[in-house]
Protein backbone atom coordinates (compact mmCIF):
# COMPACT_ATOMS: atom_id res chain seq x y z
CA UNK A 1 0.00 0.00 0.00
CA UNK A 2 1.37 3.09 -1.20
CA UNK A 3 1.07 6.17 1.58
CA UNK A 4 0.14 9.47 0.81
CA UNK A 5 2.02 12.28 2.52
CA UNK A 6 0.79 15.95 1.81
CA UNK A 7 2.19 18.24 4.40
CA UNK A 8 5.93 18.41 5.68
CA UNK A 9 5.14 16.94 9.25
CA UNK A 10 3.60 14.02 7.55
CA UNK A 11 6.35 13.18 5.58
CA UNK A 12 9.02 13.97 8.08
CA UNK A 13 7.07 11.32 10.83
CA UNK A 14 6.99 8.82 8.26
CA UNK A 15 10.71 9.48 7.38
CA UNK A 16 11.20 9.11 11.16
CA UNK A 17 9.16 5.68 11.77
CA UNK A 18 9.93 4.30 8.62
CA UNK A 19 13.79 4.90 7.95
CA UNK A 20 15.45 1.62 9.08
CA UNK A 21 18.94 1.46 10.57
CA UNK A 22 20.35 -0.65 7.76
CA UNK A 23 18.27 0.00 4.66
CA UNK A 24 18.38 3.09 2.63
CA UNK A 25 15.70 5.77 2.06
CA UNK A 26 15.27 6.09 -1.54
CA UNK A 27 13.79 9.52 -3.00
CA UNK A 28 12.52 10.00 -6.70
CA UNK A 29 11.50 13.76 -7.40
CA UNK A 30 9.22 14.45 -9.73
CA UNK A 31 6.79 16.72 -11.05
CA UNK A 32 4.30 13.87 -11.88
CA UNK A 33 2.70 12.86 -14.86
CA UNK A 34 4.65 9.84 -14.77
CA UNK A 35 5.82 8.19 -18.32
CA UNK A 36 8.36 5.38 -18.71
CA UNK A 37 11.30 7.62 -17.78
CA UNK A 38 9.97 8.35 -14.31
CA UNK A 39 9.04 4.11 -14.16
CA UNK A 40 12.99 3.33 -14.75
CA UNK A 41 14.04 6.12 -11.61
CA UNK A 42 11.25 4.74 -9.26
CA UNK A 43 12.55 0.82 -10.43
CA UNK A 44 16.20 1.55 -9.50
CA UNK A 45 15.44 2.93 -6.73
CA UNK A 46 13.29 -0.11 -5.62
CA UNK A 47 16.18 -2.00 -6.84
CA UNK A 48 18.44 -0.71 -4.35
CA UNK A 49 16.93 0.90 -1.57
CA UNK A 50 14.97 -0.57 1.17
CA UNK A 51 12.11 2.03 1.00
CA UNK A 52 11.33 4.47 -1.79
CA UNK A 53 9.51 7.45 -1.67
CA UNK A 54 8.96 9.72 -4.27
CA UNK A 55 8.12 13.46 -4.59
CA UNK A 56 5.07 14.74 -6.73
CA UNK A 57 5.44 18.57 -6.77
CA UNK A 58 4.99 21.14 -9.52
CA UNK A 59 7.60 23.29 -8.51
CA UNK A 60 6.56 27.21 -9.80
CA UNK A 61 9.86 28.60 -8.51
CA UNK A 62 11.13 26.97 -11.58
CA UNK A 63 9.17 28.53 -14.34
CA UNK A 64 9.19 31.99 -15.21
CA UNK A 65 6.23 33.73 -15.84
CA UNK A 66 4.78 33.66 -19.40
CA UNK A 67 6.33 29.46 -19.18
CA UNK A 68 3.67 26.61 -18.44
CA UNK A 69 3.46 26.32 -15.01
CA UNK A 70 -0.03 26.44 -15.19
CA UNK A 71 -0.80 24.18 -18.47
CA UNK A 72 2.09 21.32 -17.15
CA UNK A 73 0.23 18.04 -17.34
CA UNK A 74 -0.78 17.01 -13.60
CA UNK A 75 -2.57 13.67 -13.08
CA UNK A 76 -2.02 12.66 -9.59
CA UNK A 77 -5.15 9.71 -9.64
CA UNK A 78 -2.76 8.10 -12.82
CA UNK A 79 0.44 8.42 -10.85
CA UNK A 80 -0.65 7.66 -7.77
CA UNK A 81 -2.00 4.09 -8.63
CA UNK A 82 1.26 4.11 -11.10
CA UNK A 83 3.22 4.26 -7.74
CA UNK A 84 1.32 1.76 -6.26
CA UNK A 85 1.11 -1.04 -8.99
CA UNK A 86 5.24 -0.13 -8.72
CA UNK A 87 5.34 -0.84 -4.77
CA UNK A 88 6.15 2.65 -4.25
CA UNK A 89 6.10 3.09 -0.26
CA UNK A 90 4.80 6.45 0.33
CA UNK A 91 4.49 9.81 -2.34
CA UNK A 92 4.82 13.31 -0.96
CA UNK A 93 2.57 15.28 -2.72
CA UNK A 94 2.18 18.80 -1.12
CA UNK A 95 0.77 21.77 -2.29
CA UNK A 96 2.21 24.96 -3.06
CA UNK A 97 1.69 26.72 -0.39
CA UNK A 98 3.02 23.86 1.51
CA UNK A 99 6.29 24.27 0.46
CA UNK A 100 5.97 28.24 0.14
CA UNK A 101 4.14 29.22 2.65
CA UNK A 102 5.45 33.04 2.45
CA UNK A 103 8.48 35.01 2.64
CA UNK A 104 10.82 32.70 0.83
CA UNK A 105 14.11 34.79 1.03
CA UNK A 106 16.72 31.83 0.86
CA UNK A 107 17.58 30.44 -2.72
CA UNK A 108 20.08 27.71 -3.71
CA UNK A 109 22.38 30.02 -6.20
CA UNK A 110 24.02 27.62 -9.20
CA UNK A 111 26.50 29.95 -10.93
CA UNK A 112 27.71 29.94 -13.89
CA UNK A 113 26.54 25.83 -14.67
CA UNK A 114 22.62 27.76 -14.42
CA UNK A 115 23.50 30.19 -17.38
CA UNK A 116 24.60 27.23 -20.10
CA UNK A 117 22.45 25.65 -22.09
CA UNK A 118 18.76 25.54 -20.97
CA UNK A 119 19.47 28.45 -18.58
CA UNK A 120 20.49 30.82 -21.44
CA UNK A 121 16.45 30.65 -22.44
CA UNK A 122 14.75 30.19 -18.76
CA UNK A 123 17.20 32.60 -16.31
CA UNK A 124 16.80 31.55 -12.79
CA UNK A 125 14.95 28.59 -13.95
CA UNK A 126 17.88 25.82 -12.27
CA UNK A 127 18.03 28.07 -8.85
CA UNK A 128 14.36 26.95 -8.87
CA UNK A 129 15.37 23.52 -8.83
CA UNK A 130 17.90 23.62 -6.77
CA UNK A 131 16.11 25.09 -3.77
CA UNK A 132 12.86 22.72 -4.10
CA UNK A 133 15.59 19.84 -4.51
CA UNK A 134 17.24 21.43 -1.31
CA UNK A 135 14.05 21.80 0.81
CA UNK A 136 12.73 17.48 -0.75
CA UNK A 137 16.75 16.67 0.38
CA UNK A 138 15.96 18.56 3.92
CA UNK A 139 12.53 17.01 4.69
CA UNK A 140 12.96 13.36 2.99
CA UNK A 141 17.00 13.07 4.46
CA UNK A 142 17.47 10.53 1.43
CA UNK A 143 20.51 8.54 1.88
CA UNK A 144 20.09 8.40 -2.52
CA UNK A 145 18.35 10.21 -4.69
CA UNK A 146 17.44 9.72 -8.72
CA UNK A 147 17.33 11.60 -11.81
CA UNK A 148 17.50 11.27 -15.48
CA UNK A 149 20.24 11.78 -17.44
CA UNK A 150 17.59 13.46 -20.26
CA UNK A 151 17.74 16.53 -18.17
CA UNK A 152 21.77 16.14 -17.84
CA UNK A 153 22.31 20.14 -16.64
CA UNK A 154 19.59 19.23 -14.23
CA UNK A 155 21.75 16.02 -12.68
CA UNK A 156 25.16 17.60 -12.94
CA UNK A 157 23.67 21.13 -10.49
CA UNK A 158 22.32 18.76 -8.17
CA UNK A 159 24.97 16.65 -7.93
CA UNK A 160 27.60 19.90 -7.36
CA UNK A 161 25.01 21.20 -5.28
CA UNK A 162 25.23 17.68 -2.98
CA UNK A 163 29.16 17.82 -3.20
CA UNK A 164 29.68 21.72 -2.64
CA UNK A 165 27.07 21.95 0.77
CA UNK A 166 28.28 18.40 2.08
CA UNK A 167 25.30 16.76 2.24
CA UNK A 168 25.52 12.94 2.78
CA UNK A 169 23.59 11.09 0.37
CA UNK A 170 23.94 9.88 -3.08
CA UNK A 171 23.24 10.65 -6.21
CA UNK A 172 22.27 8.07 -9.25
CA UNK A 173 21.50 9.60 -12.57
CA UNK A 174 19.70 6.76 -14.74
CA UNK A 175 19.89 6.44 -18.23
CA UNK A 176 17.35 8.14 -20.85
CA UNK A 177 14.27 6.33 -21.76
CA UNK A 178 13.14 6.38 -25.21
CA UNK A 179 10.12 5.62 -27.13
CA UNK A 180 10.32 2.92 -30.10
CA UNK A 181 11.22 6.13 -33.05
CA UNK A 182 13.94 7.22 -30.07
CA UNK A 183 12.28 10.37 -28.93
CA UNK A 184 13.00 10.43 -24.68
CA UNK A 185 10.23 10.43 -22.89
CA UNK A 186 9.00 13.64 -21.64
CA UNK A 187 5.70 14.82 -19.97
CA UNK A 188 5.55 17.66 -22.61
CA UNK A 189 4.89 15.51 -25.52
CA UNK A 190 2.10 15.12 -25.14
CA UNK A 191 1.15 18.43 -25.87
CA UNK A 192 2.08 17.74 -29.36
CA UNK A 193 0.80 18.01 -32.43
CA UNK A 194 0.58 14.79 -34.76
CA UNK A 195 3.19 16.82 -36.87
CA UNK A 196 5.54 18.10 -34.09
CA UNK A 197 5.95 14.73 -32.67
CA UNK A 198 6.90 13.15 -36.00
CA UNK A 199 9.11 16.27 -36.46
CA UNK A 200 10.40 15.30 -32.79
CA UNK A 201 12.27 12.59 -33.97
CA UNK A 202 15.09 15.28 -35.45
CA UNK A 203 16.61 15.86 -31.97
CA UNK A 204 17.90 12.59 -31.06
CA UNK A 205 18.89 12.24 -34.83
CA UNK A 206 20.63 14.96 -34.67
CA UNK A 207 22.85 13.71 -31.51
CA UNK A 208 23.21 10.39 -33.53
CA UNK A 209 24.85 12.36 -36.29
CA UNK A 210 27.08 14.37 -34.33
CA UNK A 211 27.94 11.46 -32.65
CA UNK A 212 28.69 9.53 -36.25
CA UNK A 213 30.64 12.63 -37.25
CA UNK A 214 32.51 12.68 -34.35
CA UNK A 215 33.25 8.97 -34.37
CA UNK A 216 34.77 8.67 -37.79
CA UNK A 217 37.15 11.41 -37.23
CA UNK A 218 35.35 15.17 -37.07
CA UNK A 219 37.39 17.22 -34.78
CA UNK A 220 35.97 20.45 -35.61
CA UNK A 221 32.95 21.78 -33.29
CA UNK A 222 31.56 24.74 -35.20
CA UNK A 223 31.34 22.39 -38.43
CA UNK A 224 29.59 19.18 -35.79
CA UNK A 225 27.73 21.81 -34.37
CA UNK A 226 26.52 23.35 -38.05
CA UNK A 227 25.46 19.57 -39.13
CA UNK A 228 23.34 19.20 -36.36
CA UNK A 229 21.48 22.96 -36.88
CA UNK A 230 21.18 22.21 -40.60
CA UNK A 231 19.57 18.70 -39.93
CA UNK A 232 17.13 20.01 -37.17
CA UNK A 233 16.61 23.01 -39.36
CA UNK A 234 15.49 21.05 -42.75
CA UNK A 235 13.17 18.88 -40.71
CA UNK A 236 11.09 21.97 -38.83
CA UNK A 237 11.34 24.67 -40.90
CA UNK A 238 7.81 24.18 -42.05
CA UNK A 239 6.61 23.57 -38.68
CA UNK A 240 4.57 26.77 -37.96
CA UNK A 241 6.28 28.03 -34.54
CA UNK A 242 9.08 25.99 -34.45
CA UNK A 243 12.84 26.85 -33.13
CA UNK A 244 16.40 25.66 -32.87
CA UNK A 245 17.12 26.90 -29.13
CA UNK A 246 20.61 25.63 -29.20
CA UNK A 247 22.31 22.50 -30.80
CA UNK A 248 25.90 22.36 -29.24
CA UNK A 249 29.03 20.12 -27.78
CA UNK A 250 30.13 21.64 -24.71
CA UNK A 251 32.37 20.17 -21.96
CA UNK A 252 30.26 17.87 -20.00
CA UNK A 253 31.92 18.74 -16.32
CA UNK A 254 31.50 22.70 -16.85
CA UNK A 255 28.92 23.03 -19.76
CA UNK A 256 31.32 25.20 -21.64
CA UNK A 257 32.21 25.38 -25.24
CA UNK A 258 34.68 23.16 -26.66
CA UNK A 259 38.07 24.24 -28.01
CA UNK A 260 38.76 20.87 -29.11
CA UNK A 261 36.76 17.36 -29.56
CA UNK A 262 38.33 15.02 -27.25
CA UNK A 263 37.78 12.59 -24.11
CA UNK A 264 33.60 12.90 -23.44
CA UNK A 265 31.57 15.82 -24.78
CA UNK A 266 28.24 16.58 -24.04
CA UNK A 267 26.17 16.64 -27.33
CA UNK A 268 22.89 18.92 -26.39
CA UNK A 269 19.86 19.79 -28.02
CA UNK A 270 17.02 22.22 -27.38
CA UNK A 271 14.11 22.69 -30.00
CA UNK A 272 10.39 24.86 -29.20
CA UNK A 273 7.27 23.68 -31.04
CA UNK A 274 5.33 26.65 -29.87
CA UNK A 275 5.14 27.17 -26.26
CA UNK A 276 6.56 23.27 -25.37
CA UNK A 277 10.04 23.04 -25.17
CA UNK A 278 11.76 19.66 -25.82
CA UNK A 279 15.81 18.90 -24.66
CA UNK A 280 17.63 16.17 -25.01
CA UNK A 281 21.67 14.89 -24.78
CA UNK A 282 24.23 12.20 -25.87
CA UNK A 283 27.44 11.72 -23.92
CA UNK A 284 29.75 10.80 -26.69
CA UNK A 285 33.01 9.09 -25.63
CA UNK A 286 35.76 9.75 -27.99
CA UNK A 287 38.26 6.84 -28.04
CA UNK A 288 42.41 8.08 -27.55
CA UNK A 289 43.80 8.25 -30.83
CA UNK A 290 46.12 5.74 -31.90
CA UNK A 291 49.35 5.97 -31.64
CA UNK A 292 50.98 6.43 -34.90
CA UNK A 293 52.87 3.07 -35.90
CA UNK A 294 57.00 3.99 -36.10
O1 LIG B 1 13.03 16.94 -13.20
C1 LIG B 1 12.00 17.34 -12.61
O2 LIG B 1 10.92 16.79 -12.76
C2 LIG B 1 12.10 18.56 -11.69
O3 LIG B 1 12.96 19.52 -12.20
C3 LIG B 1 12.46 18.21 -10.25
C4 LIG B 1 13.86 17.60 -10.14
C5 LIG B 1 11.43 17.24 -9.68
C6 LIG B 1 12.44 19.48 -9.38
O4 LIG B 1 11.20 20.10 -9.40
Redesign the pocket.
Known sequence: MTVVLRTIPEARRWVRTERTSSGALGLV???GSFHEGHLSLIRRARQICDRTIV?I???PL?FAPGEDYESYPRDFDRDLSLATQEGVDAVFHPEAGEMYPSGLVTSVGVGKLGEALCGASRPGHFQ??AT??AK?FHIVQPDRAF??QK?AQ?ALI?RTMVLNLNWPLQIEVCPTVREPDGVAYS?RNRRLSAEERSRATVLYRSLRLAESLIQSGERNVACVEQQMQKQIQKMIHAVPGAEIDYARLVDPATLGGLQQIRGEVLAAVAVRFGKTRLIDNLSIKIAPERQARG
Open positions: PTMSFVNQGVVVLFGDQIS
